[in-house]
């Protein structure tokens, strides 16, 4: 059964880039057809998707972030990433990364908080 | 981009009740949709998806239903561990959540 473990710094400086990692366990993340996503929510409060990578390395983005935002798999080492460019507090969430078909996330990881503060 | 709202935004229930929650597209959305579960301090749980497709290993109590821009998500009969909070998500063009419905106990 594949498990998804998000990991990265807690904590980071407003301006700089947070960067998580989300490493995928029991199954491999270039097999079957895939997208595997970031969705993040802000402490009492929703949902919001980030963006999505394919099995094929192409790229989906929440427009209201693309700009900042850069979602990557690295197939040797069974992991996806994200990139969040030019953090401020009001990118403080719990993020998660997610497993799923086209039309829905099957498999999320446990989630981790980044705060942004100096 | 396509807006979902939720109605209604909380309620208290007890177990054993039947309860609705809707689920409304700004725009037309096929059956692009997937019903969420999330608990305090935990990830969402898929539920459904293509607004009536039960997820495996999900209890049959859960329904969901529509097409278009009105969807429906039911729990036939309330049980203790379904006090949560329920998201609906689009698929239709990148993927977007509602505001979600908070159920707990009346």
């Known amino acids: 059964q594949v498990q998804l473990q998000e990991s990265g710094p807690g904590l980071v400086k407003p301006s700089q880039t947070l960067s998580l990692t989300c490493t995928v366990s029991g199954g491999s993340i270039s097999s079957g057809s895939y997208y595997w996503s970031w969705i993040r929510q802000p402490a009492g409060k929703g949902l919001e998707w980030i963006g999505r990578i394919y099995t094929s390395g192409s790229t989906n983005y929440n427009p209201s972030l693309k700009s900042r935002v850069t979602i990557s798999v690295d197939t040797s080492k069974n992991q996806f990433s994200l990139k969040l460019s030019s953090v401020t507090a009001a990118d403080t969430a719990v993020y998660y990364c997610?497993?799923?078909?086209?039309?829905?996330?099957?498999?999320w990881g446990q989630g981790t908080l980044v705060t942004v503060s100096s | 981009a396509i807006r979902m709202t939720q109605s209604p935004s909380s309620f208290s229930a007890s177990t054993g009740d039947r309860v609705t929650i809707t689920c409304r597209a700004s725009q037309g959305i096929s059956s692009y949709l997937a019903w969420y579960q999330q608990k305090p301090g935990k990830a969402p749980k898929l539920l459904i998806y293509a607004a009536s497709t039960l997820q495996s290993g999900v209890p049959s109590r859960f329904s969901g239903s529509g097409s278009g821009t009105d969807f429906t998500l039911t729990i036939s009969c309330l049980q203790s561990e379904d006090f949560a909070t329920y998201y609906c998500q689009q698929y239709y063009s990148y993927p977007s959540f509602g505001p979600g419905t908070k159920v707990d106990i009346k």
């Open positions: 997610a497993r799923g078909g086209y039309d829905s996330s099957g498999t």
